[in-house]
């Protein structure tokens, strides 16, 4: 489970693909479908989220990115609901 | 996500919605991929970090970033192209404990406003400039800024910019920090994640430093404009990296403050260098001593030559003697010379705000033709000394009090026709009891030196006043509507 996560707000981001570049996890990618504003948004692609926050650094948009980190001491075994909330959250 | 924490989050030095237009509130104006918006998050991200967003004043530059008072919740003012360091510097100098960023493009900062920004520098305010560097003018449509590179294509230089014809890009953090007052000077870039972090703290350590009060500080930003360069937001950035940044190298240019040598100039209180004595009254001193006194506003106007501005300065002194505040703007320049001049004051027992008058509520007429252009300006209720025996006959005015005195004719009797103003000044206080004539008498002889003169000033004062009362006088026997005393 991952370390961290983000949430995407779907109408902020432009799409301009920048954290899609940045992400050292190669974790975000553009979605292939259009959001209401006609723009392909980014969206968090696999669970190897760290939370380093370099897709919110590079991003343009003040609001489109936040990033999670996992709370200290937490394990990863007991997230798989988190991992859905997450998901749920960036599509 | 009970068990993730927030790390990273709109900074709450944004505001939550961006009230620039109706519609697209939730998002900022700038082009997807613009360096613009990256900085505006480094600047807000710190002024959280470092807590001062309550007192950070952001002046906003013409260019693409004009809008950024729609962004950040802060004290915010928009200059004129090129003057935001002027403007940071007076918000600074009247808010010494407030941080003031100025915020600038390549063509607001470094064309423009080369002036603003490399006297700022010189001076080293206590300021921190954000000059974002895109090599082009962005939101004009894609001209050749200083910055751009030789041979880049611009809309006004299509085949490529020439050294021969265009000059050589301008490097401002050479330039700025060949001078000795700026305390802090980086180039960074937006080319990638590594160096937006590097660039993140340079933001970061130039606000620190104002807070500090340790002088000028400029962070220069190499930033991508990918809607101009016609290159995806990606694209443009690497091209940042690999062709802008080899122009303009990144480092730090500047990273201490000169010591400065102490001049030891000993600074006299003003009241005493303007011979006031410096006379220190409490508010309810100042309060007594202005009861012999009443606010006006007055404009004297004449020709050039009739001591009109002398007269306004005479009423200004006279105000300051009586602990009032006064202001006096003369008419200046080429509209004075052998033509009509004139001068605003004002008597106030508040603080006054402009000195200019358009409403005053006396006015000294000189000259007709001053009588014919300011009259119908005077207030309701006001009042008109003229310099003459009557009104000419095709003109009156309402609900106004005029007094005609021939003072150039009674100055002409006194001996110089100089002291028309005098006459004037005597009448004008007899008729408004708005300062003590005793006063007027102490102002007269401290400001005009020669005796001969100054024994003339004296009787112009008593003949002008006698004068006034007279009218006056005339005034109460011809009608119910003189101002009768």
Redesign the interface.
Known sequence: MAK??IKV?Q??C?????C???C?QKGMELSPELNHYG?HPAFLNNDKCT?C??C????????????????AG?TTAD?AQ?AE??HA?TV | MNDYTVVHEKAPAFFDRFARKDENQHQTHYCPGCGHGVVHKMIADALTELGVQQRTILVSPVGCSVFAYYYFDTGNVQAAHGRAPAVATALKRSNPESIVISYQGDGDLAAIGTAEIVHAANRGENITVFFVNNSIYGMTGGQMAPTTLLGQISTTTPWGRRPNNDGMPIKMCEMLSALEAPAYIERVALSDAKHILQARKAVKKALELQTQHAGFSMVEILSPCPTILKMEPTVARHWVGEVLAKQFPLGVYRDHRAEFVPVDVPQKPLAELLGLGGEKLSDAERQSRRKNTQARTIKVAGFGGQGVLLLGQLLAEMGMREHMEVSWLPSYGPEMRSGSAHCHVTLAHERIGAPVITRPEVLIAMNEPSLRKFGPMVQVGGMILYNGRELPEDLQFEGTTVHCIPASQIADEIGAAKVANVVMLGAMLEATNCLPLATARTVLADMVKNPKLSEMNDRALDVGREYLDQDVLALAVAGPDGCGE
């Open positions: 961290g996560t707000n109408d902020e432009k799409g301009c693909g920048l899609v570049e940045s050292p723009i939370g926050g370099i919110y650094f590079v991003c343009p948009e003040p609001g489109a990115l936040t990033v999670y980190k996992l709370a937490q997230l988190h909330v997450a959250a």
